[in-house]
């Protein structure tokens, strides 16, 4: 019994799944939670408000029974640009945020806490429009997964059928090429895929890409690439700008093609993709393909040419096995097996947009992979998910017990508990110090105690000692958080940049001694002519300020000796 609760408690801090939207993110822990933070506007969080959240904290559901023992427990989440999905263990679909396309399934206004779509609750709500055999409607309707991006929402069944609402491309009589993108509220079956299942899907802005069996069921036979919507940067791959109506094969990755996709993303316009090669006993060949906007490095081919067709990364080693990709509006990143991890686009692939004001260094987009690196060990070990936001991007790590975030600050997205930007990984404040956490903590030492046959005045002496802890690790953050904002002030100051963690000097990293003498000297030597310009003005400056206040003070103290003994002589 006590190792069954221990592993509860180990499961509330086990994060299986991320995702990321516009400025907000989403992580699902191992015992069905969903936990946001970030900008809260639309109520994209689900936290009841629409304020931000600068760390983690647990999404409000207070529709479904939140009763330990019969509480729906969520298996998978999504985020578009304002909007967030949860998918619970029974089917069910629930959505919050942003509605004016109607993404969230309903014809209402912005719902700031999930709100259950109840199309998907029975197969009689599709009856009207379904033309599967008899047999197959049989089967009752359920939700398998979910996925979404821009103002899109998607979910497959249990028969392999695609849905969509939101902002979707349809055909429309309305537009001359017969495409447009149209609102709707009720998901809508994408019948083409008919006798076939669809596997795994990815949507854009304005594009979708699916992976679908290759006969009625996914048996482990290789998927094909099929994509539609959208083109005019050649998202979809199809060798032109043309828009889609329906979906198309990308025949790079037909049934013929000596390459598996077996992970897909998309970005704002552009598409990755991941393959394995097909043959077996070869060694391990493992590539990364890209096509759509490249006008800012995010396709990694090293330059800002779009593509229309897929074209590998090159610049990513081949016997790297990548298990997870992601792209953001102008960034893309993969992590491999072995916890290395790479990053490309905008602003040395941060994202971070056209305003980010970084220099040196620091500044020009990266049109081929860059290595991101830990602050510790070059790797990030046993990895599990890496996510794009538009601006940032999430990785977890450590067999979902540690997350890293890195970009854009902004509004709290990266749970860092500050709002202010970062060019390298920084930790995520998880587990999150939130009242939810702290009960449950409460809750398992007070069964333990009972398992132990412990008295009462022990179990509440447990309970104030917890309490006393967490108070004392607020006030420990807090205090870090304002010195951490000190020492970024200062930083920025003198070298024009945000303060991260990679500028820890080696000395004090490694040890408690700091020599400032020998860190300046090797500095100094490190640095460029622009930073050493730069150096020397501030310190000019500096310089400058302290000579002026030191003739003021001079003056003053002149002025105070001169009145009394005037007066003495009058």
């Known amino acids: 019994m006590e190792d069954s609760l221990r592993s509860s408690g180990n499961l509330s801090r086990k994060v299986i799944s991320v995702a990321a939207g516009e400025a907000h993110t989403l992580a699902l822990t191992g015992d069905g939670y969903v936990y946001s933070w970030g900008r809260g506007m639309f109520g994209r969080l689900g936290t009841g408000s629409e304020s931000d959240e600068l760390s983690p904290v647990r ?100 028969l392999g059928m695609l849905w969509m609402w939101g902002n979707c491309p349809q055909q429309s009589g309305s537009c001359e090429s017969g495409f447009s993108l149209v609102s709707s509220f009720t998901p809508i079956p994408v019948w083409d895929f008919h006798g076939h299942a669809v596997v795994k899907v990815a949507c854009g802005n304005e594009h979708v890409v699916a992976l679908v069996s290759v006969g009625e069921t996914h048996k482990g036979e290789h998927l094909v690439c099929y994509t539609w919507g959208k083109n005019d940067h050649g998202q979809l791959g199809l060798g032109d700008k043309e828009n889609r109506i329906h979906p198309e094969i990308v025949e790079t990755f037909n049934q013929d093609s000596p390459w598996a996709v077996y992970e897909v993303a998309c970005g704002a316009f552009h598409t990755a993709l991941l393959t394995r090669k097909k043959r077996p006993n070869d060694k391990l060949e493992n590539t990364c393909w890209t096509f759509g906007l490249g006008e800012n490095g995010q396709l990694g081919h090293g330059t800002t040419q779009s593509a229309l067709k897929p074209e590998r990364v090159n610049e990513l080693p081949q016997d790297a096995y990548l298990i997870s990709v992601d792209c953001g509006l102008f960034h893309t990143s993969v992590v491999s097996s072995a916890g290395d991890l790479w990053s490309w686009g905008m602003v040395k692939g941060l994202g971070l947009c056209p305003d980010a004001t970084f220099t040196g260094t620091d500044a020009g987009d990266a049109m081929s992979p860059l290595r991101i690196r830990g602050l510790q060990e070059p790797r990030f070990h046993d990895p599990i998910q890496i996510v794009c936001g538009a601006a940032h991007t999430v990785l977890v790590a450590s067999d979902g017990y540690k997350l890293w975030s890195w970009g854009r600050g902004r509004s709290g997205v990266l749970g860092t508990g500050k709002t202010i930007d970062f060019v390298a990984p920084t930790v995520v404040l998880w587990p999150p110090l939130t009242d939810d956490f702290k009960d449950r903590e409460l809750n398992k030492d007070t069964e333990e105690d009972n398992l132990e046959n412990k008295g009462s005045e022990e179990a509440a002496g447990t309970e104030k000692r917890l309490s006393l802890a967490m108070e004392e690790m607020k006030l420990l953050q807090s205090k870090l958080s304002i010195m951490e904002k000190y020492a970024g002030i200062l930083h920025s100051s003198i070298f024009g940049k945000p303060f991260t963690e990679e500028d820890i000097p080696n000395s004090l990293r490694n040890s408690d001694t700091f020599d400032i003498a020998k860190e300046w000297e090797d500095m100094l030597e490190s640095a460029d002519r622009s930073k050493l310009i730069r150096l020397e003005l501030f310190y000019r400056n500096m310089l400058a300020g302290v000579k002026d206040k030191q003739m003021k003070r001079r003056i003053q103290e002149i002025i105070k000796e001169f009145i009394p003994s005037s007066t003495t002589e009058n």
């Open 59 to 158: 999404v409000k559901c207070e529709t479904c029974n939140e009763s330990e023992e019969k509480r729906l427990k969520f298996v998978g989440i999504a985020a578009g640009a304002y909007h967030s999905m949860a998918l619970a263990d029974d089917g069910s679909v629930w959505c919050w945020g942003y509605n004016t396309y109607g993404q969230l399934g309903m014809n209402g206004e912005n719902a700031v806490v999930p709100h259950l779509m109840e199309q998907f609750l029975s197969p009689s709500s599709f009856d009207s429009v379904t033309n599967e055999s008899e047999t197959k409607r049989k089967v009752p309707l359920k939700v398998c997964s979910v996925k979404a991006g821009g103002m899109m929402s998607l979910a497959i069944d249990n």
